[in-house]
């Protein structure tokens, strides 16, 4: 994705044919990260639906009107939470 910097949280990328480790950063906006799960999942940005898990009962999509400038830091991300 980029290198990492002091306030990257690793977070767990799942879709339906892959899984793995990506450092997310906060400042970045739901718009850039769908560019940057593109290569991964093989899902085009308008595609994508995300949905930011925390522990077995908690889900929050993570959208927004303006995808382009809503930064990602305004979900409640934690180490180790799941983006579907």
């Not at 767990?12 to 892959?18: A, G, I, L, P, Y």
């Amino acid at each position: 994705m980029s290198m990492q910097t002091a306030g990257d949280i690793p977070l767990q990328v799942t879709s339906e044919n892959s899984s793995s480790e990506r450092r997310i950063t906060p400042s970045w906006t739901i718009g850039q990260l769908k560019a940057k799960l593109e290569p991964v999942t093989g899902i085009p940005p308008l595609s994508q639906k995300l949905v930011l898990k925390l522990g077995s009962q908690q889900s929050v999509p993570m959208e927004a009107a303006d995808e382009e400038n809503t930064q990602l830091g305004v979900f409640p991300l934690a180490p180790y939470a799941e983006i579907h």
